[in-house]
């Protein structure tokens, strides 16, 4: 009975448990390596790609958690015109992408852009993501954080 409990916790803690961050360049056609704890947190070869929310970087989805964000999704009625207005402009912008067999992903130009990434990327676990960043950005959003806002944001959420 205590190693199914400890298997079940194991698969809970590694399924799309983002952590740490990664400094990787793109190379010349525009792909970046996924660290490997970070694939193998994935499962799934396939991952989403979207636009960030009040922030200059992409969040990097499961295909796993996109599922459950889908659901969520379904929820809002074709009568709210703001739910609609972000829908549309957010999925749009959006990518499917599958890891290649050297766990590299590709993302589109428009993307890159949007985030303001060039050459390096900052790559940064949130737990059930993970975020593309520009080393620019990642600075930036760094050195906005203090103590007291960190502690207030783990009360907020409950941690």
């Given at each position: 009975?205590?190693?199914?409990v400890?298997?079940?916790?194991?698969?809970?803690?590694?399924?799309?448990?983002?952590?740490?961050?990664?400094t990787?360049?793109?190379?010349?056609?525009?792909?970046?390596?996924?660290?490997?704890?970070?694939?193998?947190?994935?499962?799934?070869?396939?991952?989403?790609?979207?636009?960030?929310?009040?922030?200059?970087?992409?969040?990097?989805?499961?295909a796993?958690?996109?599922?459950?964000?889908?659901?969520?999704?379904?929820?809002?009625?074709?009568a709210n015109v703001?739910?609609?207005?972000?829908?549309?402009?957010f999925?749009?912008?959006?990518?499917?992408?599958?890891?290649?067999?050297?766990?590299?992903?590709?993302?589109?130009?428009?993307?890159?852009?949007?985030?303001?990434i060039?050459?390096?990327?900052?790559?940064?676990?949130?737990?059930?993501?993970?975020?593309?960043?520009?080393?620019?950005?990642?600075?930036?959003?760094s050195?906005?954080?203090?103590?007291?806002?960190?502690?207030?944001?783990?009360?907020?959420?409950?941690?």
């Amino acid at each position: 009975m205590e190693r199914r409990v400890t298997t079940e916790i194991d698969e809970l803690l590694n399924a799309g448990a983002f952590v740490g961050s990664y400094t990787h360049s793109l190379d010349s056609k525009r792909r970046v390596t996924i660290p490997s704890d970070w694939r193998e947190a994935a499962g799934n070869p396939t991952l989403f790609i979207l636009p960030g929310v009040n922030v200059k970087c992409l969040y990097v989805v499961t295909a796993r958690e996109m599922a459950q964000r889908l659901e969520k999704v379904r929820a809002a009625s074709v009568a709210n015109v703001q739910a609609q207005i972000f829908l549309r402009d957010f999925f749009s912008r959006s990518d499917r992408v599958t890891l290649d067999a050297q766990g590299r992903i590709r993302v589109k130009d428009e993307l890159l852009e949007l985030a303001g990434i060039t050459n390096q990327m900052v790559l940064v676990g949130v737990g059930s993501r993970f975020e593309l960043w520009s080393p620019e950005s990642w600075k930036e959003q760094s050195s906005q954080l203090d103590q007291s806002t960190f502690a207030e944001a783990a009360q907020y959420i409950g941690f």
